[in-house]
């Protein structure tokens, strides 16, 4: 990210390159980047770092210690870097990193983490409809969609290119794999191995995100490799550590299926069955 200057004062005028509002209240410890917009009536507190290109619409709240990097979209009424939603948090410094050319779109909330100097991310290219809520500590990685009212708790890890549904919940320390796809209105406890899809409530997996996996470049080779590591893990009566021991003799071993395996054997929660 490209390093933005220190803000000298707030007001109705551009500042070095910043836009802000008359109405915005911009604090002037604040660090903006070149060619920042900040809508009416937003409010930015003194530890907040935002990289140049960025857009800030009405009504947003962008406090804690919150860097935001460049060209992202920040629509009305988000708010980001607030305290966490978690009792075991004392006021501790803890961030919240946002990274490039997201959309945050209206009334997203992003909490700070729990934990001295600990991190809640976003990456790049994410998608965040309307009313997300990202909990403490969550980790969002590259390129994912999160629909609205999409709920994370606490320590939630979403992978590249991940998609959830609409009024989906997700439990604390879930992961959810890349290239993932999990149906709107569904309950997430247990975790989603990469390249498959669930739904319902109760969550059931159906199959492998086979639409996404060639809108992102897979050939049909590997979306049947893929599919014949799923029919082991699924269909084939065997428990999981069996399934793994047949995918590793039975598939094609390229990273794809490494992956998936390494996710399988380091899950906490264990995954949707």
Excluded at 194 to 213: C, R, S
Aim: glycine fraction near 10%; charge should be neutral; aromatic fraction near 4%.
């Amino acid at each position: 990210m490209d390093s933005p200057h220190r803000q000298t004062v707030s007001g109705p005028r551009p500042v070095r390159g910043a836009d802000i509002h008359a109405t915005a209240v911009v604090h002037p410890d604040a660090c903006l980047g070149h060619n920042v917009v900040v809508g009416p009536h937003s409010c930015i507190g003194p530890d907040v770092v935002i990289g140049p290109d960025c857009r800030i619409g009405s009504c947003v709240l962008i406090d804690g210690h919150t860097v935001i990097g460049r060209n992202n979209r920040i629509h009305h009424g988000a708010a980001i870097g607030g305290p966490p939603q978690d009792l075991k948090y004392r006021g501790e410094t803890s961030w919240v990193e946002i990274g490039n050319d997201n959309v945050i779109r209206e009334y997203v909330t992003i909490h700070l983490a729990t934990g001295e100097e600990e991190k809640t991310r976003v990456g790049d290219g994410n998608m965040l409809m309307a009313y997300v809520h990202i909990a403490h500590n969550c980790h969002i990685h590259h390129r994912t969609i999160l629909a609205n009212a999409v709920n994370l708790a606490g320590h939630v890890d979403i992978d590249d290119w991940a998609i959830v549904g609409g009024m989906t919940p997700v439990h604390q320390f879930v992961s959810i794999g890349r290239h993932a796809f999990v149906g709107g209105g569904s309950r997430l406890a247990q975790d989603v191995p990469p390249f498959f899809k669930v739904a319902g409530n109760p969550i059931e997996v159906a199959g492998i995100n086979a639409v996404g996996l060639k809108r992102r470049g897979f050939d049909d080779e590997e979306i049947q490799n893929v599919k014949k590591a799923y029919r082991l893990l699924y269909r084939s009566g065997l428990n999981t550590s069996q399934a793994l021991e047949r995918i590793a003799t039975d598939c094609r071993l390229t990273r794809n299926i490494e992956d998936l395996m390494s996710f399988i054997r380091r899950s906490d929660r264990g995954i949707v069955r």
